[in-house]
């Protein structure tokens, strides 16, 4: 992958789910969604996707770590609310942002036969 850049898909991706009247949030556990947000090809697209476009900057070869960003995905498929929950520095943070931002449309998550919007956490492994 382009500037050395490894990503690893972590066993364990949290997905906490929202819907509600009202703006209320609603955590409901990953077993009671009937269908989970996905991104178009599923999750080896995805990561291909962000080390494709991922782009360290100048110098910046020796960095390590992992960096976990949460979004949302709207009943449309679009992505809101991107947030880095952990960041290595150096503008990686920033860099995830700008790549997340150029997600395609993902399938929507469904519970009992309705779309509902879902945040999704995501680890990102950078070697």
């Not at 850049?5 to 077993?31: A, P, R, W, Y």
């Not at 860099?95 to 929507?108: A, G, L």
Request: glycine share 10%; with cysteine.
């Amino acid at each position: 992958m382009k500037n050395c850049l490894l990503i690893f898909l972590i066993l364990f991706t949290q997905i906490v789910f929202s819907q509600g009247k009202d703006n209320n949030v609603l955590t409901v556990e990953i077993d009671e969604i009937d269908i989970k947000p996905e991104f178009p090809g599923g999750v080896v697209k995805m990561y291909d996707f962000i080390g494709e476009n991922f782009k360290m900057t100048e110098n910046k070869e020796g960095i390590k770590g992992k960096i976990s960003v949460s979004f949302f995905v709207e009943t449309d498929g679009s992505i809101t609310d991107i947030k880095i929950i952990r960041d290595i520095g150096h503008g990686t943070g920033d860099e995830v942002i700008r790549v997340v931002k150029m997600f395609p449309k993902w399938k929507s998550g469904e519970k009992k036969g309705e779309k509902i919007r879902a945040q999704y956490i995501m680890p990102i492994v950078i070697n």
